[in-house]
């Protein structure tokens, strides 16, 4: 079993999270601008419609787990893994066929946290691009909103309309970071419950901070494609590896 010694405190591997909130919003946005923005990671996106890729928003207020309680915010993108060679001839079903015969992961772009303990260990662990934001989680009503904000500038301010119930999934998939060069992936398990999910349902403001100015660039704000919040999630991450 592997260890990693953190702040004085030994992690093992796998780190589990026993309960969670998880609020997503992903969205239809133009392939070739997505790559721009995770070139550095040398993962290529991908292309569920002829040049459209995935960009998922994620909240998480994390109340139990071997890292503690804390809030994260993440950008994401879905990615092809590396091993899956060259990208198929685009036609209009390419895309989903690939990922059900390929399998696609999620590469964090961004990952602001509002913990030193997770933040180090995210950073140490996996190579996520953990840094330090204020993070807003606003959960108690049936609109789940997010308000992030880094440096004394506005990131941006999400809220997540209520979707209709329907039933959560364990899904095993690899997540993918990139940190000082180096990029990792990790195996990750999710177990969500309590699901709710609907086409759009989102409403984002984004602020002046450089992130914001970079999902701009994605064509945010514009409708979701999807929304979804999971009131009881549990997940499980493996041992990172160098690709």
């Known amino acids: ?18 309960q969670a909130t998880v609020c997503t919003a992903s969205y239809l946005v133009r392939a070739d601008a997505a790559r721009a923005v995770i070139a550095y990671s040398g993962l290529d996106v ?27 915010f993440g950008v994401t993108f879905l990615v092809r893994p590396p091993e ?14 690939e990922l059900r015969t390929a399998g696609a992961g999620t590469f964090v772009h961004w990952l602001p946290v509002d913990q030193g303990f997770t933040l180090e260990a995210g950073r140490t662990i996996w190579g996520f691009p953990k840094e330090m934001a204020g993070i807003d989680l606003r959960l108690s009503s049936p609109y789940k909103r997010c308000i992030v904000r880094k440096d004394g500038r506005l990131v941006l301010d999400l809220l997540i309309k209520p979707g209709v119930p329907v039933l959560g999934r364990t899904a095993r998939l690899d997540a993918y970071s990139h940190l000082e060069g180096v990029t990792r992936r990790i195996p990750w398990s999710l177990s969500p419950h309590r699901v709710r ?6 409403l984002i403001r984004l602020g002046n901070h450089p992130v914001a100015k970079e999902l701009s660039e994605l064509g945010l704000p514009k409708r979701a494609l999807v929304t979804a919040t999971a009131s009881r999630t549990s997940m499980s991450f493996g041992e990172a590896k160098e690709l």
Request: glycine fraction near 14%; charge should be positive.
């Open 84 to 97: 899956a060679g060259p990208a198929p001839r685009r036609g209009l079903l390419a895309g989903f066929s």
């Open 46 to 72: 991908a292309e569920v419609l002829p040049g459209r890729a995935v960009c998922a928003l994620a909240f998480v207020d994390y109340t139990d787990g071997d890292l503690g309680a804390y809030h994260e």
């Open 197 to 202: 999910a609907r086409p759009g349902g989102a």
């Open 1 to 18: 079993m592997a260890r990693h010694l953190i702040q004085g405190r030994d992690v093992t591997i796998p780190v589990r999270v026993r």
